[in-house]
Each structure stands twice: as C-alpha cells, then as structure tokens.
C-alpha cells in the first residue's frame, strides 16, 4: 500500500542517526506521503547527522529539549506555522538513564540520576501531550505514540530503573488517552518493541546476549528498527482509528513465550 500517510502532519522526536528507530520512522512515514518536524535534544544536534534525515526527507529540524517546558511551547507553535496548522502525528522515541549508562545496578540506584532519566524517559511524554493540548495541536482522530520495553511487565536486572520508566511512561498513554479521546479522537499508545541495536539500546549492560536470547525465543524472531517503522506508519495511519491507551507488543512473540526449542538447546548444549 502506499500513500497511507498523504496529507497528514507529524513531529518526530528521538532520530540521532540511521539506527534510531526514530530515522526509521521518519523514513518510511516520509515515502507513505506525510511530512512532519525532526526534533532532538540540542546536545544531540552537534553530532550533525539529522541534517541529512532533514534533507532526505525535505523536512525541518527544530530542536528542543523534551523536558523543557519552554522548548516544547516553542516546538509546538513552530511546527505548526511551518507545516500549515495543526498536526495528525506524533512519535515520541526518547529514553536515557543515567544508572543504565553508568552501569548502577538496581539496588544502589543513585537518585539524582533516576529522577533525571524519569523525566526524560517518562514525565517528558506527558509534558509532550500537555503541551499539544494547552495548544489544541493535534487533529481530530490524531495519533500519538511512544516506545516501551517489555521490562515494563517482567522483570530483567540489568535494564534498571528504565523498567519503571517505561512503565510510567506506558501508564501515561493510558491516563491521558482518556482525555484525548473524549476530547478530539485522538488516539495514544505505546509500542513495547523487541531489543533493537541502537544507541540507547546498546548501552544496556550485556546487550548482544540480550538481543541474541530474544530472537531464539521469539517464534518470529526480533522485530527491527524497520519492523517497528513499518508497523508506526499504519497506527498513525487512518485503518486504526480505533485503537488507543494501549500498550501493543512488537516483538514477534517473545512476550507471550515461556520457553521455546531454540533457547532449551542453547541450556542443554551448555550443561552438556
Ligand atoms: N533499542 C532498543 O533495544 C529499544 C527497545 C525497546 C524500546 N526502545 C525505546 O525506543 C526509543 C528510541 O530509542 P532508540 O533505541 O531508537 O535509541 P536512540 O539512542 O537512537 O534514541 C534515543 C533518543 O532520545 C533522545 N533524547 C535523549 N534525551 C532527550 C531529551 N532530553 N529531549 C529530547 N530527546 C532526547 C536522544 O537524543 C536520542 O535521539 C526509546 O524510548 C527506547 O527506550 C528501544
């Protein structure tokens, strides 16, 4: 199918180079026909490569910290006067914890760094929405999203206190999808994608093993960065106008499994 997305106006947060899943979106939401607004974190615009997303997909970059209040009142208001009113899309592809980075483990988490990761990773996808509401910004039958971890729902150590982001953040999309819904249509979900070699995923702890224990335990395998893009492209796409305050796992199967064929061979090729 092509031209899902004609006509349709969007910001996407979170592209930093061609792993994020962010680019992706960009990238596959600009050939299904819509256009929309690049933005990131200042600090992320030095390393340069958002110019050439920009480019490639004739689009603008406005930057702005997710946690400002401030630079999402001006992001919201220029992204509309540049894209001609008001908007259908928003992805929101943001997480970072300061104790995942500097390998902190869970039961000596250092507070300073969780509540800064916190507002970053969660608290900014509500100051997001609070932000397009106060400017009456998205559409009727708009679509929001953010990405999640399974974490959120099972346990893994070495994902830290981003497992209790994510599932504030998953939380957030059910609470203010209530609002949104009764008040315009539109419609917020999160997207709980399958380990994805990226920037922010590659600074967990142990990623390749990580990765490589998914994809032997998803009867589909891992979902990519491109998987993950495909599937944003049709929820911001009008053949799912009804779904919302959901949190809709991308994975291949790997959060409904127990143990699969693959995974028991590893543990008996290891014990044998
Ligand atoms: N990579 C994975 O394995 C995986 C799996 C499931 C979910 N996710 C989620 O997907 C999302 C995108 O991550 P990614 O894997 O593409 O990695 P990424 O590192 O490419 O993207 C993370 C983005 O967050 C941005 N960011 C950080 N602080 C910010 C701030 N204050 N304001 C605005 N932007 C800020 C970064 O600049 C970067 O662009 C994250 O929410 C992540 O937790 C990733």
């Not at 106006?9 to 299904?32: C, M, R, T, Y």
């Not at 929001?144 to 957030?172: C, G, H, T, W």
């Not at 492209?233 to 009804?242: G, H, P």
């Amino acid at each position: 199918m092509s031209g899902l997305l004609n006509g349709k106006k969007g910001v996407i947060f979170g592209a930093l180079d061609p792993n994020s899943i962010a680019w992706k979106v960009a990238e596959k939401v600009h050939e299904q026909g819509g256009s929309f607004v690049l933005t990131n974190a200042p600090i992320a615009m030095r390393m340069g490569a958002l110019n050439e997303l920009a480019e490639k997909t004739s689009s603008v970059i406005i930057p702005a910290d997710a946690t400002s209040e401030d630079d999402l009142d001006a992001l919201f208001t220029k992204s509309m006067d540049e894209l001609g009113g008001g908007l259908d899309f928003v992805l929101h592809s943001i997480g970072m914890s300061v104790n995942v980075r500097k390998g902190k483990p869970y039961t000596e988490l250092n507070y300073d760094w969780l509540t800064k990761g916190w507002d970053v990773s969660a608290a900014s996808f509500h100051k997001v929405l609070q932000t397009a509401w106060k400017h009456d910004a998205l559409n009727e039958w708009g679509s929001v999203l953010a990405l999640s971890y399974v974490a959120a729902q099972r346990s893994f150590p070495d994902y830290s206190d981003m497992a209790d982001n994510k599932a504030y953040l998953e939380s957030i999309a059910r609470s203010f999808g209530y609002h949104y819904g009764k008040r315009k249509n539109v419609r917020i979900n999160t997207i709980s994608q399958s380990p994805t070699r990226t920037t922010a995923g590659s600074g967990v702890k142990g990623f390749d093993g990580f990765i490589d224990y998914a994809e032997r335990m998803s009867p589909l395998g891992n979902a990519t960065a491109d998987d993950c893009a495909d599937y944003c492209v049709s929820l911001f796409s009008d053949l799912t106008r009804k779904v919302t305050m959901q949190n809709l796992f991308h994975d291949g199967g790997f959060s409904s499994m127990g143990i699969s064929d693959a995974v028991m061979d590893m543990i008996e090729d290891a014990s044998s």
